[in-house]
């Protein structure tokens, strides 16, 4: 929270800086909108805090995180976020008339933060290729961070493929989250490219990255499994029924590339499915 604070203008850092220490620690996401008050999130609970902000306070944060250059920018801001130091991510909407996003109306910064032990639960449960499901701020990111750095520790050679650099927390060549000893992270790179590389250059037993989505990233997968390394991935899934319903994520399950799929839910609680066990239940 300390380095985020930095990163916003002096208006809203200040506000949010009167909170208390507790609502700091527990806050997942700072939400800015045009014509609203500060809205800070701790998991589900919306903590509304003045003054209320202005297009111009909306405008000259996304500045800020661009460092003054939006143009430099733009194919982020196309795709909606902002890639900010330390692993944290703003995502950016606005007037998304023609073909660059202009006029922005609403910030959504989410709060990055390593727990330790966050995979704790699946000591032991884990075979092959894992996959780690759940809806929105149902802790993947954060699961998976932890995931690598145990698996590191114990002895396995993971790559970790961090486009956003949300996972390691990469800031001017420093990797500020602890991944473990036995752990390469490649930062900046698209996916696919990146699955790529690694196979390639690094020999890795995993490889790690967040959230697939497209073909290419599935087909640089079973090239990863079919080359000897296991994939550890993420995906917004809001029920174990949608894992067979969208096509990336079952062909990963269909195909064997993973072997373990666990399921997110900060209100339900984690359970952890074979991938026989999903074919069984819901294909």
């Given amino acids: 929270m300390v380095h985020l604070l930095e990163l916003l203008p002096l208006k809203i850092s200040a506000a949010i800086g009167l909170l208390s220490e507790n609502i700091k620690q527990s806050a997942d996401e700072i939400r800015l909108r045009s014509g609203k008050e500060i809205c800070v999130m701790c ?3 919306p903590i509304f805090i003045k003054p209320i902000l202005e297009s111009e306070d909306i405008a000259f944060t996304v500045k800020r995180f661009c460092n003054s250059s939006v143009y430099a920018h733009t194919n982020e801001l196309n795709n909606g976020f902002i890639s900010l130091p ?7 909407v606005g007037n998304f008339s023609g073909e ?3 006029e922005f ?5 989410r709060i990055a933060r390593q727990v330790v032990g966050a995979a704790n639960f699946l000591s032991g449960k884990i075979t092959g290729g894992v996959l780690l499901a759940g809806p929105p701020a149902s802790g993947k990111t954060t699961v998976l961070r932890d995931l690598v750095r145990q698996l590191s520790k114990e002895g396995n050679k993971v790559s970790v493929v961090d486009t956003r650099g949300e ?3 990469f800031s001017k060549g420093v990797i500020f989250n602890d991944l473990g000893p036995n752990t390469d992270v490649l930062f900046g790179i698209e996916k696919d490219r990146g699955i790529e590389i690694a196979l390639r250059t690094m020999t890795p037993d995993y490889i790690a990255f967040d959230e697939i989505g497209t073909d290419l990233e599935l087909k640089r997968v079973f090239d990863s499994v079919n080359g000897g390394a296991e994939i550890i991935t993420t995906a917004h899934i809001g029920s174990v029924e949608q894992l067979i319903l969208r096509p990336v994520t079952r062909r990963l399950i269909t195909s ?8 997110l839910d900060r209100n339900k609680g984690n359970k952890i499915f074979t991938s026989e066990e999903i ?3 819901y294909s």
Avoid: D, P, Q, W
């Avoid at 330390?86 to 950016?92: K, L």
């Fill in 167 to 169: 996972i390691s927390a």
């Fill in 279 to 281: 074919l069984k239940c």
């Fill in 105 to 109: 109306s609403s910030v959504n910064i």
């Fill in 256 to 263: 064997g590339a993973v072997k373990t799929v666990v399921m």
């Fill in 86 to 92: 330390f692993g944290h991510r703003a995502g950016v």
């Fill in 100 to 102: 660059n996003l202009y």
């Fill in 43 to 45: 998991g589900k609970t």
